[in-house]
């Protein structure tokens, strides 16, 4: 595929989700979704269709690819694992560090917290997993792999993002962490993942329970787009424009962290020197640089409005990031696979 059917490609879903925007945004124009609408949306996605999408991507495979996963080498799949959770983490924790020594003699300290967080944190889920299985056509170990980066990113969220919105580490709750409905979904996924004869999903007498998990992950990139139509609605469009603070905070997410995340899992690669002949290794290197390279996560809002930060300025460089990754996305993307 050349760059230019890439870049297409990937332009078009991204115009496709944001049609999602304009519902949310005529609704609360309308008045017909109320002050408690988008929090309600947010639950729904963080407690809901967040558990589902790690339950469809580790337990819910076509017949041909779980007879794949099957034959696949257990101890081959969990090397492939903690290889994408070093490069995940490895890439998280550098753009962190990065965004530190930018930010170090920044005076207002809220702001360099939100835009800290927004460089680091993607929307790897709801975003990512369309992406991949639109350039992978589907391969179930590359959505796996985004699901891999994805548990990296929720330990991350809940530790070092709560670090960033509070500024206090004791507000670092490990019991939260291991209770997180996403958490605990993981967990039980992976179990089933590897244990196959536990995995029900996949058993043929039952496997129209398959749609709960598949219809609750399909929903999340429309409902996440929904929110962000019902937040633009609140916002002050001079507020999310015309702030160059913004731009930078997109720059930051939408282009930095991606490529320092491409320089990490080709240094891992190379330093492995592992390839092809694997089958599939690709995805382990692919799948969390396409992640990092999605728009703000939209966590960044509802822990600013839980820990009391700036929601405000949260919101917009949320907004900002997510409107612009609808052009910059396409052109991130077709370049890493490019490479």
């Not at 590897?194 to 329970?209: E, H, R, S």
């Not at 080709?266 to 390839?275: C, I, P, Q, T, V």
Request: hydrophobic share 55%.
């Amino acid at each position: 595929m050349s760059m230019g059917s890439m870049y297409l490609k990937t332009l078009i879903i991204m115009c496709a989700l944001a049609v999602f925007m304009v519902p949310g945004l005529i609704l609360r124009k309308c008045k017909m979704i109320g002050e408690g609408g988008t929090k309600t949306l947010s639950n729904i996605l963080l407690y809901v269709c967040q558990p589902a999408i790690s339950i469809n991507a580790f337990c819910v495979f076509s017949d041909a690819d779980w007879e794949i996963i099957q034959d696949m080498s257990k101890l081959r799949l969990l090397r492939n694992f903690g290889l994408c959770i070093a490069i995940s983490a490895a890439a998280c924790l550098v753009v962190f560090g990065v965004c530190k020594l930018i930010f170090m003699k920044w005076k207002n300290r809220d702001e360099a917290n939100i835009f800290t967080f927004v460089a680091v944190f993607s929307n790897c889920a709801f975003l990512g997993m369309p992406f991949v299985e639109a350039f992978t056509d589907g391969n179930a170990l590359a959505c796996i792999y985004v699901m891999v980066f994805n548990i990296v990113f929720l330990v991350l969220c809940w530790t070092l993002g709560v670090y960033l919105i509070t500024g206090d580490s004791h507000s670092i709750k490990a019991k939260k962490i291991l209770l997180h409905p996403s958490i605990i979904a993981s967990a039980v996924a992976l179990v089933l993942f590897f244990v196959p004869q536990a995995n029900f999903f996949m058993i043929d007498a039952v496997k129209d329970l398959q749609i709960i998990p598949k219809y609750l992950a399909y929903s999340a990139a429309p409902i996440s787009m929904i929110i962000v139509g019902i937040r633009l609605a609140d916002v002050k469009m001079r507020d999310v424009f015309c702030d160059m603070k913004t731009y930078f905070a997109s720059f930051l997410r939408l282009i930095a962290a991606p490529a320092i995340t491409l320089a990490i899992g080709l240094l891992f690669k190379g330093l492995l020197r592992s390839g092809a002949e694997y089958g599939y290794e690709e995805f382990v290197y692919l799948a969390p640089v396409i992640a990092m390279a999605m728009a703000p996560a939209s966590s960044v809002v509802a822990m600013a409005e839980s820990c009391d930060g700036n929601t405000n300025l949260a919101t917009c460089t949320f907004i900002n990031g997510t409107i612009i990754s609808v052009v910059i996305i396409p052109l991130t993307v077709s370049l890493v696979m490019m490479i």
